[in-house]
């Protein structure tokens, strides 16, 4: 019998605890149950247990997925949270509710030529490379207020957050607190940030949305 419908309850309490703690209002939060990797057998029972946000890295793997479950639970919003190539952005506007990983001008205008085109709008998020890591996606925080300027302008996307990962080697608070800031001088009120290790830090700082997959799944 799976153990992640008892992990989720427990996770949501933390959630809920944690927003206390903030001062935040109960249920300011939402948890995003990142099902990457795991197959359906895996999500149903958390589905079951009423979770209805849920987090994918990977087109192609959600495509495979979802839409037999969607059948059978229609109220679930989909998140795309991993790296989207430009050529999946068809697919990505016609399955996802939110994108987190807008992070470059070619991205951009595709979405925005697919939006227009598909006439469905998932909610956008700019993904922001607090630490400038080489190997990670996302704008550098000091180019942040420019790409949003021109998503915003250039390609009339409404923008509606922000998402970072922190460096793994790095204390999160700071690059939580660097993302809510640039968040509050371009008017953005959803902050897509905190993981299994580090959301209740999250949460501290003004995230709107924690992405949480092992807490809740297990490891894979």
Not at 4 to 24: K, N, S, Y
Not at 61 to 84: C, F, N, S
Not at 120 to 128: E, F, K, S, W, Y
């Amino acid at each position: 019998m799976s153990e992640a419908p008892a992990r989720l309850v427990q996770i949501r309490a933390v959630i809920a605890r944690a927003e206390t703690d903030a001062g935040r209002a109960p249920g300011s939060v939402a948890l995003v149950a990142v099902s990457k990797t795991f197959e359906a057998p895996d999500i149903e029972p958390v589905l079951a247990a009423g979770q209805r946000i849920f987090g994918e890295n990977r087109v192609q793997e959600a495509q495979r997925k979802w839409p037999a479950l969607r059948e059978r639970w229609p109220d679930v919003e989909l998140h795309l949270i991993g790296p989207l190539q430009s050529n999946k952005a068809r697919e990505a506007v016609a399955l996802f509710d939110a994108i987190h990983t807008v992070d470059r001008p070619s991205l951009a205008a595709a979405l925005a030529r697919e939006i227009a085109r598909q006439g469905r709008a998932p909610r956008l998020l700019v993904q922001v490379n607090t630490g400038e890591e080489a190997q990670k996606a996302g704008v550098a925080p000091q180019d942040a207020d420019a790409f949003l300027a021109a998503c915003r302008g250039e390609h009339g996307l409404p923008v509606a957050g922000l998402m970072c990962i922190p460096p793994v080697d790095q204390a999160p608070g700071p690059h939580f607190a660097l993302l809510a800031e640039i968040a509050r001088r371009n008017g953005l009120s959803m902050l897509s940030m905190g993981m299994s290790a580090d959301f209740e830090t999250a949460i501290e700082l003004g995230a709107t949305h924690v992405r949480v997959g092992s807490a809740i799944f297990g490891h894979r």
